[in-house]
Antibody, heavy 118, light 110 residues
């Protein structure tokens, strides 16, 4: 069974940092590109970042470029998102999402809530 | 502001046909595939349509997708109460080098 389990969310002050993790199981992690997608409370979906299978290429939404860094550990079946200089508008549930050749978003984790507030 | 434009809401009665539009531009919809996702209340999104008009296994043929130029549409035939959900279109954007979502359409079954 495919499973993606995010962790690392919480309450942080503006300007602070958090590191999100996503532990996956039930599939061969190293052959899939991976994504982070967020959803602010009561709002729509927003793609945040993607990383290729080997980690050699990364992509970011303009809203997080220069502040967030995506990475992965294929030996540990884990995806990460380092979030620095957090802003109130980064408050959202962050989902770890698998990519497949036919579609950008396949299996989704349940998400971890990040709240940026003073 | 989302790069792709969707109507914020749509509605229909059981059995009706409803369409949801997704408007973009040349770097996204005009140059790349469109995908549609359904998000039922309190759940993670589910892939409905891939590569403009393809249905994954398990998705009823009541759902169909189409694309023309820089716009795409999702059609739902024979509307059912369980179709009440949020619907999102997604595409790759060559100018942004990233994936872009529509703002989402909340479908209400009256």
């Amino acid at each position: 069974e495919v499973q993606l389990m995010e962790s690392g969310g919480g309450l942080v002050k503006p300007g602070g940092s958090l590191r999100l993790s996503c532990k996956v199981s039930g599939f061969t992690f190293r052959i899939h590109s991976m994504n982070w997608v967020r959803q602010a409370p009561g709002k729509g979906l927003e793609w945040v970042s993607s990383i290729t299978r080997s980690g050699s290429e990364t992509f970011y939404a303009d809203s997080v470029k220069g502040r967030f860094t995506i990475s992965r550990d294929n030996s540990g079946n884990s995806l990460f998102l380092q979030m620095n200089n957090l802003r109130a508008e980064d408050t959202a549930v962050y989902h770890c999402v698998r990519e497949i050749p036919d579609a950008p978003f396949d299996y989704w984790g349940q998400g971890t809530l990040v709240t940026v507030s003073s | 502001q989302p790069v792709l434009t969707q109507p914020p809401s749509a509605s229909g009665t059981p059995g009706q046909r409803v369409t949801i539009s997704c408007s973009g531009s040349y770097p996204n919809i005009g140059s790349n595939y469109v995908f549609w996702y359904q998000q039922l209340p309190g759940t993670a999104p589910n892939l409905l349509i891939y590569k403009n008009n393809q249905r994954p296994s398990g998705i009823p043929d009541r759902f169909s997708g189409s694309k023309s130029g820089t716009s795409a549409s999702l059609a739902i035939n024979g509307l059912r109460s369980e179709d009440e959900a949020d619907y999102y279109c997604v595409a790759w954007d060559d100018s942004l080098s990233g994936k872009v979502f529509g703002g989402g359409t909340k479908l209400t079954v009256l």
